[in-house]
């Protein structure tokens, strides 16, 4: 083996690591005091094998695969028992994951187009009026003065005002 090749997997074998804080964390709840093990872990057992047998390099690299998946997998199970609502999501997911691969990558076209139709079609649980009434326009008062805005409520006659031509007090109707 090539010793590039073999310090490549090492690296590649520690950003493994990531992955396994993201499950952990996300699907079983898990708080980690420290993080630096699951980052130390994978490329030691990769430098490991260098040392005893160097032909066995990629296979300690890639058994990070299918120990991933199954923490995947049985965190799935485990965070929908513990929902208890999202079993049926979580066993759709498990039948059409095989579908989007064999139809990949037609698939996903599919699913994301399906996804977006849903989000677009459903009603939202959220009220939106105040997000509305935030993105619609508002004009500056000195526009009042062009006749651009037109202003509605009541009104309260504090002094009487005098017309200027007729000497007689303007009379205010509230609206």
Known sequence: MDTVFMV???????IFGLFYYLV?????GVKFPVIWPLF????FI?????????GY????????FPILLALMLIGGV???IRSKNSIWGFIAFMVAMPLIMITWPYGIILITAFVILREILTPSSKNTFYELQGVLPT??????????VEVSGKTILIEPVLSA???SALHWIPL
Request: hydrophobic residues 55%; positive net charge; glycine residues 2%.
């Open 40 to 43: 130390i872990i994978p490329p």
């Open 8 to 14: 490549f997997l090492t690296i590649f074998s520690s």
């Open 24 to 28: 952990l964390k996300s699907l079983y």
């Open 165 to 167: 031509i007729k000497k």
């Open 57 to 64: 390099v990629p296979f300690a690299c890639l058994v990070n």
């Open 139 to 148: 004009s500056k008062i000195r526009s009042l003065a062009m006749g651009l």
């Open 78 to 80: 485990v965070k929908a």
């Open 46 to 54: 990769v430098v490991i094998t260098v040392i005893l047998d160097p």
